[in-house]
């Protein structure tokens, strides 16, 4: 009998040899789960990372740069032209706006040249194109279409993106 119970010894596992399997088993299930968490972390980390990075330009792009201007001093002093009684007078303080610094230096740069365009603009006007809103309005059209022309010629930019009538006086 003692031989059939080394028989039955060798056929029924021990508790260590039924464990070894799970062990051998559990430890590569483990390594394979922490590897797809960190995988699916990097994955989440990278996209949202772009999607931060995407938005944040989206938002710098709608907002535009702050506006500089550039006053041409001293005010703007002409003659006004038309059949009106004695002599009249323009006087009009002009500012230019840009978002671009580079900009604002081309506009000090040729602002002589800016000046003498729109003095000869400001002194082609008459008295009633100038008595309304609508009048003044087209005036400050035209003289930014003058500023642009001029700088597009010298610069090869607009340079310019508004031009602001501070003061305008007539008499």
């Known amino acids: 009998m003692a031989v059939a119970a080394d028989k039955n010894?060798?056929?029924?596992?021990?508790?260590?040899?039924?464990?070894?399997?799970?062990?051998?088993?559990?430890?590569?299930?483990l390594v394979a789960v922490f590897a797809a968490a960190a995988a699916g972390g990097g994955v989440w980390y990278f996209t949202q990372g772009k999607a931060d990075a995407a938005a944040t330009k989206a938002t710098a792009a709608k907002t535009p740069a702050p506006a500089q201007y550039f006053a041409l001093d001293p005010a703007f002093v002409v003659n006004l032209s038309g059949p009106i009684d004695g002599p009249r007078y323009l006087q009009v303080e002009v500012q230019l706006m840009t978002r671009d610094p580079l900009a604002l230096t081309a506009l000090q740069t040729h602002a002589p040249a800016i000046r003498a365009k729109l003095l000869m603009l400001f002194s082609q006007v008459e008295p009633t194109q100038i008595a309304d809103?609508?009048?003044?309005?087209?005036?400050?059209?035209?003289?930014?279409?003058?500023?642009?022309?001029?700088m597009k010629t010298e610069t090869g930019q607009n340079s310019a993106d508004e031009l602001l009538f501070t003061s305008f006086v007539t008499q």
């Open 133 to 150: 809103r609508a009048g003044k309005e087209k005036l400050q059209a035209a003289a930014l279409a003058e500023v642009q022309k001029l």
């Open 9 to 29: 010894r060798k056929a029924e596992p021990t508790k260590e040899a039924a464990s070894k399997p799970r062990r051998s088993l559990l430890v590569p299930a």
